[in-house]
Structures are given as structure tokens and as C-alpha cells.
């Protein structure tokens, strides 16, 4: 194990060229950054990995209640550590995976040398199909076992797992004011049909890395894709 100094953090992890490479995108440049007037927002952080998103929302909002979700047993290790070691309150973590069930599957982990935990899928080969994987067992929830009050921000990073999560949780959207979604493309997925459920109530937009991807060109656009969905002013909370 490793540790570093992340601005007022010590963030402590196993692989350096993952965390630095997390690091960057978190932390410098802002990928998960959003605003609100609630000085202690609702907000749920799917794949939070070691932990550097939740720390980054607490360094946003201190006041901010976060509900960390991970089913990697050596990942949610470290992101217990982490809250821990920061001395970071106003955190519930939950050991487990999102899916359009509660129960168990099969997750599947790097299984080289670089172990990118950060990767972990419920498809073998992770998203990409070319990774050589391992599989564990590990519990399920879904999310609307979680949006069950009004939600600030939501944050899903789960490696090709997005549409069968929110189209389980299409009647408990509404609730969900803003989502950064990583879109993570794979034959089970279609970002069409998941752009036509989040429409019905949000403006959605859509990035490449950090260039804007039109909608009539979605067909061919491929690899991992951001989604930004705004709550639309008129749905009703109910």
C-alpha cells in the first residue's frame, strides 16, 4: 500500500498509475464538479472506488450527505481507510454492486499485474472484453432501493452496467436532480434507448473527454462517453 498528499488529503492506494491517473480527472480537472444552493446535498457516488470522488464532493460541499457505493472487497477496503484516515463524517458506504436486481453476480476483476480495479465489471473481459479478468461473487442492490427522497447529484461510474440500473430505476428518476453518468459502450447497451428514458425528465447532455458529441451522431460514436442529465424545471417531485 501506498499513500500521497492530495491537497489537504492522504489518499492511500495500491496501483500509483491508477490513482495518478484518477487523480487528474477528479481532482484537477473537475470532472464531477456541480453546484447547488443546498449547503448539504444528497448525493450518491456508484463506483466509488478508493474514494477520491467522495473526498472531492466533501471538499465542494463538507456539509454534504454521501452514500459511497463499491463491490470490489480490496477497493472498498481502501475507500473505508480513506474516509477514516480524513477524518471525513456524513459518509455511508455500502459494500456491494448496482444492478437491476437484488441478490448476487459474478463480478470480474483485472486479474495482471497493473490491477486497475477501477475496471471491475459484470462483463468478463471488463467493458473493453480484451482485459484479462477474474471473477467473485458479490451482493447486489439496485438504485431505487436508494432514490427514495429527492437526490442533488448522482454519480455512476459501474463499467457497462448504466442501462439495465437506470431503466430499473426509470420511476424514481424524477427524484434525482442532476446525474453524471459514465456511459460505457458495449453490446448489452444501447445509448439511445438510454437517451430516450433520461429525456423523459432531464436535458441530457453528452462528451467525449470533453468535446460535445451532437445526438444525431451518437451511431457512431464509441468507448466511454459522459452524460450529463439536468432535471427538467417542470417534473414534478412526487
Same mark, same amino acid.
Given at each position: 500500500m501506498q499513500n500521497s498528499r492530495l491537497q489537504n488529503y492522504t489518499i492511500y492506494y495500491n496501483n500509483s498509475e491508477e490513482y495518478h491517473t484518477l487523480k487528474r480527472e477528479v481532482f484537477t480537472a473537475d470532472c464531477y464538479y456541480f453546484e447547488t444552493e443546498n449547503p448539504t446535498p444528497y448525493i450518491i457516488d456508484a463506483g466509488a472506488h478508493i474514494g477520491l470522488s467522495t473526498l472531492y464532493f466533501k471538499q465542494l460541499f463538507p456539509g454534504a450527505e454521501i452514500l459511497a457505493i463499491e463491490p470490489n472487497?480490496?477497493?472498498?477496503?481502501?475507500?473505508?481507510?480513506?474516509?477514516?484516515?480524513?477524518?471525513?463524517?456524513?459518509?455511508?458506504?455500502?459494500?456491494?454492486?448496482?444492478? #437491476?436486481?437484488? %441478490?448476487? !453476480? *459474478?463480478?470480474? &476483476?483485472? $486479474?495482471?499485474?497493473?490491477?486497475? =480495479?477501477?475496471?471491475?465489471?459484470? +462483463?468478463?473481459?471488463?467493458?473493453?472484453?480484451?482485459?484479462?479478468?477474474?471473477?467473485?461473487?458479490?451482493?447486489?442492490?439496485?438504485?431505487?432501493?436508494?432514490?427514495?427522497?429527492?437526490?442533488?447529484?448522482?454519480?455512476? #461510474?459501474?463499467? %457497462?452496467? !448504466? *442501462?439495465?440500473? &437506470?431503466? $430499473?430505476?426509470?420511476?424514481?428518476? =424524477?427524484?434525482?436532480?442532476?446525474? +453524471?453518468?459514465?456511459?460505457?459502450?458495449?453490446?448489452?447497451?444501447?445509448?439511445?434507448?438510454?437517451?430516450?428514458l433520461l429525456e423523459q425528465t432531464h436535458k441530457v447532455e453528452l462528451y467525449k473527454n470533453t468535446t460535445p458529441i451532437l445526438k444525431e451522431k451518437i451511431h457512431k460514436t464509441s468507448g466511454l462517453i459522459q452524460i450529463r442529465a439536468y432535471r427538467r424545471s417542470k417534473t414534478k417531485l412526487v
Open positions: 472487497p480490496g477497493s472498498f477496503g481502501l475507500l473505508e481507510k480513506n474516509i477514516f484516515e480524513n477524518q471525513i463524517t456524513g459518509v455511508t458506504t455500502i459494500q456491494a454492486a448496482l444492478s #437491476d436486481q437484488t %441478490g448476487q !453476480e *459474478q463480478l470480474f &476483476l483485472d $486479474e495482471t499485474n497493473e490491477q486497475w =480495479h477501477s475496471t471491475a465489471s459484470f +462483463h468478463k473481459g471488463s467493458w473493453v472484453g480484451s482485459q484479462k479478468t477474474t471473477s467473485i461473487t458479490v451482493p447486489t442492490h439496485t438504485l431505487s432501493d436508494f432514490v427514495t427522497r429527492p437526490v442533488d447529484f448522482l454519480k455512476l #461510474d459501474i463499467e %457497462g452496467s !448504466e *442501462q439495465k440500473v &437506470l431503466f $430499473e430505476a426509470k420511476n424514481s428518476l =424524477h427524484l434525482i436532480k442532476e446525474m +453524471h453518468i459514465e456511459f460505457h459502450t458495449h453490446a448489452t447497451q444501447s445509448l439511445k434507448k438510454l437517451l430516450d
